[in-house]
């Protein structure tokens, strides 16, 4: 079968469509057809040994798709041969077969095509996980997004308003802005101004976001965090800026404001029934018309690899998805 390969941690550039044997799934897992991978910041971290989980190389990046079951291992009774499923797989996604673990897969929800579908168990269960688990977001409360026109961005906006929030959405152009506007955002800001912080206390008549999420980080976290109400939650969730912040604790003593880290993956490995319940609800949403996967480009494996760079340096919006069977 034809994979995308990563044989040596480094640029981006280095990585190969190659033929490689076939997978055979374990106890506990099963084989999926891939149609559909989506591309997600962590790929481009991890190709180039950058990210907190380091696989051993060689091997296939690629977190979260979409396709048909064709085989399963011992053990495995939720799925069988020939149903249509989304899972996150960690990596191996970019390819024209993977294996996942059972407990991480899910049925397709009806409707939902293969693009959104490997667009929806990752992005999507991270968000709800941030915004329900770890930040309690009421109904009524204030939820600023950064990054909002990116994957996870664009699954916060629409999770929070199913949830009953307001939803402030920060990106950097007016196109990705629109974008948060179309998603459900109820104001935006440009987070490239200098003061723009004094924006969002403006939209919250001074006191600022209960809730703020932040996959961004860098040079945006500090003002972020300033923008944060009394008692209100910061969510650690990525740095897609390039930078970790190193964030002046004064600022969550003056407002006894709470930093929260949101680690999805290993959350749900370590509570695998959580998972399921968080991915029923997103089902639940998607057929009512709440969540939708924001799609907005699909490549072959041998544009791939320019993709993953292009979401690299935050030039992308929405998800990029690959299609490894053409």
């Not at 999507?124 to 930040?135: E, N, R, V």
């Not at 109820?186 to 703020?212: C, N």
């Not at 924001?294 to 993709?307: F, I, K, Q, Y």
Request: charged share 20%; glycine share 10%; proline share 6%.
């Amino acid at each position: 079968m034809k994979a995308l390969r990563c044989n040596a941690f480094g640029p981006i550039d280095t990585l190969q469509v190659q033929d490689i044997p076939s997978p055979s799934p374990a106890a506990g897992e099963v084989l999926v057809d891939v149609h559909a991978a989506s591309i997600n910041f962590p790929d481009a971290l991890m190709v180039q040994g950058l990210y907190q989980v380091k696989p051993p190389v060689p091997f296939t990046p690629g977190a979260e798709l979409a396709g048909v079951v064709s085989a399963v291992g011992e053990g495995v009774t939720q799925v069988k041969v020939g149903d249509r499923v989304a899972c996150s797989t960690g990596t191996g996604a970019f390819a024209e077969q993977a294996i996942a673990q059972a407990s991480r897969v899910i049925p397709l929800p009806e409707d939902m095509d293969y693009a959104a579908g490997a667009s929806f168990v990752l992005v999507y269960g991270t968000s709800l996980h941030a915004l329900k688990t770890i930040g309690k977001l009421q109904p009524g409360e204030t939820l600023l997004v950064l990054g909002a026109a990116g994957g996870v961005g664009i699954a916060a906006i629409e999770i929070a308003k199913a949830m009953g929030a307001r939803v402030i959405a920060a990106a950097s152009s007016e196109e990705k802005r629109a974008l948060a506007k179309q998603a459900g955002a109820d104001e935006t800001v440009d987070y490239t101004q200098p003061e723009w912080r004094r924006e969002v206390e403006r939209l919250t008549q001074g006191e600022g976001a209960d809730v703020v999420y932040d996959a961004v980080g860098g040079a945006y976290a500090e003002p972020a965090l300033r923008a944060t109400a009394w008692r209100g939650r910061y969510l650690v969730v990525g740095f897609a800026a390039g930078d970790i912040p190193k964030l002046p604790l004064n600022l969550a003593l003056l407002k006894e404001r709470a930093i929260l880290g949101v680690f999805w993956g290993a959350a749900m490995a370590r509570d695998p029934a959580q998972l399921r319940t968080d991915l029923q609800q997103l089902a639940d949403w998607f057929k009512a018309g709440l969540v939708k996967p924001p799609v907005t480009e699909r490549v072959g494996l041998a544009d791939a690899a320019s993709a993953i760079a292009r979401l690299a340096s935050r030039q992308a919006m929405g998800k990029i998805v690959v299609l490894p069977r053409g």
